[in-house]
């Protein structure tokens, strides 16, 4: 006796199809599964066994193999042991299931369903592949159901999905889920925040640009409070960018089942202490790491001085590429990680060098090695370098209202459909992210504007990079002032943010 079931595999982000082919003939009682398969899916066989016995039906005396194909493909995990469970089913003649039905989920030993990481990316793969109906645990359900045009059935336990293809009892399908059918998060305020005009207005240029940025300032002076609000002043996700940063969460298992659609842009916070896996991705089977969980969204490095050096130039490349990638013996992975970079940090160990009334304690050598702890290229990187001022007991105790972070968002948006409109079918979704051979294109500038570039780039002595970096600023700067064409007080504004390297790195030169 044969039967055939799909069902689906995963590496990394990417799904792939799966046959469960399954072969019942007479010999001595045996049950081997070939094809690959890590010890989570051999595990499976007792897992199986103990479902069937739960559901009243009595495995197979006979020789019973399991091939999981393409036999060429890596299987790991438990998604594949419901598919077998009915692969099983199917042999003894109990059920039929439609060819163009998948079936996905762990099954536990009392024949409970359990969730499995992935779900959404290997629906997307599904659908492609002309798949039209989808069983997947209950936990995974709505997942599977963000993915229009596929008909999804959550499945609780093993004898409920044995009853349905038996007929007796169907189990109901889910509904498809939109964008707006997800619950947003709320996030701090801008109100929140007293004095900081000037941090608050290149936070404000960062977001409508996409820039990356970098805090400086003393202790106590709120950079962790304004970096915390930089989400609420971000525009929306789109609903692909939607689907992508919920690919990712998918795989490292981070979606909440009953609302599994990411809604609003990631904000990661990691702890100084991660390792290089934690922050890049890594692992055996590489999972993704922070900086691709934070896909399409901000990831905030507090304490940047602190983390370890290292683990902070893995950053170099991904920054760059909006992706990385990870080499493993198992094969290659590439994730997204196309992210705004906010990051804060100290002048020195003790905070305190630059301060205006309170003098540093640490000399000039170990305020030195501390920020020599960021390199030339990773300092390169960040678009912005704001420093955050002490805030005076002034700003603390006046009861002037703050701007809020509505009223920002709004200029914000503002200009992102300015950028919107200008970079229509070229796959370019803010200034930050304009290609080194599209500058020249979307950066004009006045004669005027090109001499002060020429003055500041040969005083300075920026490399190409920056040069890059600080015209896409003035590019951002023009946007929120209206205008078209690159002026000179845009060039201004975009260079008197890339002076505190020469303040504090070049301070004992």
């Known amino acids: 006796m044969f039967a055939k079931i799909n069902s689906l595999g995963l590496f990394g982000l990417n799904a792939f199809p799966v046959d469960v082919e399954i072969s019942l003939n007479k010999g001595l009682p045996r049950f081997e599964i070939v094809g690959l398969a890590d010890t989570a899916v051999q595990e499976s066989r007792e897992r199986i066994k103990s479902a069937l016995y739960t559901c009243g039906v009595q495995f197979p005396t006979s020789s019973c193999i399991v091939n999981l194909a393409p036999a060429d493909k890596r299987k790991n995990g438990s998604m594949h042991d419901l598919a077998i469970f009915i692969a099983i089913l199917a042999a003894l003649g109990r059920v039929q299931v439609p060819e163009d039905a998948a079936v996905i989920g762990e099954v536990s030993l009392n024949g409970d369903i359990r969730p499995v990481n992935g779900v959404l990316p290997m629906t997307l793969t599904a659908k492609q592949r002309g798949i039209k109906t989808m069983f997947v645990p209950m936990g995974n359900a709505k997942e599977a159901a963000v993915v229009d045009g596929i008909t999804v059935y959550g499945v609780p336990n093993a004898k409920c999905l044995l009853e349905h293809l038996e007929g007796d009892k169907l189990l109901p399908s889910i509904p498809h889920i939109g964008l707006s059918q997800t619950e947003s998060v709320p996030v701090p305020d801008f109100a929140d925040v007293h004095g900081q005009t000037a941090?608050?207005?290149?936070?404000?240029?960062?977001?409508?640009?996409?820039?990356?940025?970098?805090?400086?300032?003393?202790?106590?002076?709120?950079?962790?409070?304004?970096?915390?609000?930089?989400?609420?002043?971000?525009?929306?996700?789109?609903?692909?960018?939607?689907?992508?940063?919920?690919?990712?969460?998918?795989?490292?298992?981070?979606?909440?089942?009953?609302?599994?659609?990411?809604?609003?842009?990631?904000?990661?916070s990691p702890h100084h202490t991660i390792s290089s896996a934690g922050l890049a991705g890594g692992g055996t089977i590489p999972h993704p790491g922070e900086i691709s969980l934070a896909h399409n969204g901000l990831l905030f490095l507090d304490e940047l001085a602190e983390f370890d050096r290292r683990t902070l130039e893995i950053l170099r490349q991904p920054l760059e590429d909006k992706s990385v990638t990870i080499s493993r013996a198992a094969g290659t992975i590439r994730y997204p990680c196309a992210i705004m970079l906010i990051?804060?940090?100290?002048?020195?160990?003790?905070?305190?060098?630059?301060?205006?009334?309170?003098?540093?304690?640490?000399?000039?050598?170990?305020?030195?090695?501390?920020?020599?702890?960021?390199?030339?290229?990773?300092?390169?990187?960040?678009?912005?370098?704001?420093?955050?001022?002490?805030?005076?007991?002034?700003?603390?105790?006046?009861?002037?209202?703050?701007?809020?972070?509505?009223?920002?968002?709004?200029?914000?948006?503002?200009?992102?459909?300015?950028?919107?409109?200008?970079?229509?079918?070229?796959?370019?979704?803010?200034?930050?992210?304009?290609?080194?051979?599209?500058?020249?294109?979307?950066?004009?500038?006045?004669?005027?504007?090109?001499?002060?570039?020429?003055?500041?780039?040969?005083?300075?002595?920026?490399?190409?990079?920056?040069?890059?970096?600080?015209?896409?600023?003035?590019?951002?700067?023009?946007?929120?002032?209206?205008?078209?064409?690159?002026?000179?007080?845009?060039?201004?504004?975009?260079?008197?943010?890339?002076?505190?390297?020469?303040?504090?790195?070049?301070?004992?030169?």
């Open 343 to 509: 990051a804060a940090m100290n002048p020195c160990p003790c905070g305190y060098l630059g301060h205006p009334t309170r003098p540093c304690t640490c000399g000039q050598r170990a305020a030195s090695q501390y920020l020599n702890r960021i390199s030339g290229p990773l300092l390169d990187r960040f678009d912005l370098h704001i420093e955050a001022a002490p805030v005076s007991f002034e700003d603390l105790s006046s009861k002037k209202a703050e701007e809020p972070s509505a009223e920002i968002r709004k200029r914000v948006l503002a200009a992102r459909a300015i950028q919107n409109q200008r970079f229509s079918g070229t796959g370019i979704t803010c200034n930050a992210r304009i290609t080194p051979d599209k500058l020249a294109v979307f950066c004009p500038m006045t004669d005027r504007a090109k001499k002060q570039l020429k003055a500041v780039f040969e005083k300075l002595g920026l490399s190409a990079r920056a040069y890059d970096r600080l015209l896409k600023v003035a590019r951002t700067s023009a946007d929120m002032h209206g205008e078209e064409v690159i002026d000179a007080p845009h060039i201004a504004e975009a260079v008197q943010y890339r002076t505190l390297d020469r303040k504090y790195w070049n301070a004992g030169k």
């Open 199 to 268: 941090a608050k207005h290149a936070l404000e240029l960062a977001a409508a640009g996409g820039h990356n940025a970098l805090l400086i300032g003393p202790p106590g002076s709120g950079k962790s409070m304004l970096a915390k609000r930089m989400p609420g002043i971000l525009p929306e996700l789109t609903f692909e960018e939607s689907i992508e940063t919920t690919m990712v969460h998918s795989v490292a298992g981070l979606l909440d089942a009953e609302h599994p659609l990411v809604a609003c842009r990631p904000f990661r």
